[in-house]
Structure formats: C-alpha cells, structure tokens
C-alpha cells in the first residue's frame, strides 16, 4: 500500500520559513504527480502547490506564489516544499497528496494522502 509521510511542521513566527518534506514508498515515484494542500480550522482544504513526476513544471496557488517553492527528489522519493515568508494565514494542517499520472491537478483527485503536518505561524 502506498504510502505518505509528512515532515518538517511546527511553529514559526511571522516572516519566517519552514521546509516539509513528503516521503512516498511502495510506489514508483517518478510516474505520479505530487501536490500540497493545506487545511485549516473551519476551513475547506485548498490547492497549495504541485509539481509533475518529472519536476519540470510545478504551480502554484496566488495565495503562496513567490514565497513557496515546490521540488522533488525522485532518486529520495521526496517532495518538499519550501515556505519562505510566512504569514498567520499560513497557519494550518498540510497534506501531501499523490496523483497516479506524470500531470499535476489543482483539484482533489489525487489517489493517495499523507497525515498531514501541522504549521503554525505566530504573529
């Protein structure tokens, strides 16, 4: 069974930067596309950030555009996600997601989830 583990969660103050990491196993990493959701309290899960199982192109939500930075490792069978310039409303649970194609979507349908790390950013 495949399997996603997230890292690299905790607090930070305001302008800060935190770096999660997404290890997959059982899986051939190299043929799915990675993404980053986030969720937080009383809040839908939105589309943070995905990256195509080749990571020649990846995408981003506006929200986090030219503070996140989306990058995978398929040698380690890791994706990461570099968050630079954190603000409060970063603030919430996140989940790294598998998709069984090389493209990426914005949408839910990805096939297989992580636990989710939580990240908290303080004012």
């Known amino acids: 069974q495949v399997q996603l583990v997230e890292s690299g969660g905790g607090l930070v103050q305001v302008g800060g930067s935190l770096r999660l990491s997404c290890e997959a196993s059982r899986l051939t990493f190299s043929r799915y596309a990675m993404g980053w959701f986030r969720q937080a309290p009383g809040k839908e899960r939105e589309f943070v950030s995905a990256?195509?199982?080749?990571?020649?192109?990846?995408v981003y939500s506006d929200s986090v555009k030219d503070r996140f930075t989306i990058s995978r490792d398929n040698g380690k069978n890791t994706v990461y996600l570099q968050m630079n310039s954190l603000k409060p409303e970063d603030t919430a649970v996140y989940y790294c997601?598998?998709?069984?194609?090389?493209?990426?979507?914005?949408?839910?349908?990805?096939?297989?989830w992580g636990q989710g790390t939580q990240v908290t950013v303080s004012s």
């Open positions: 990256i195509t199982g080749s990571g020649d192109s990846t």
């Open positions: 997601a598998a998709r069984v194609s090389q493209f990426f979507s914005k949408r839910s349908d990805y096939n297989y």
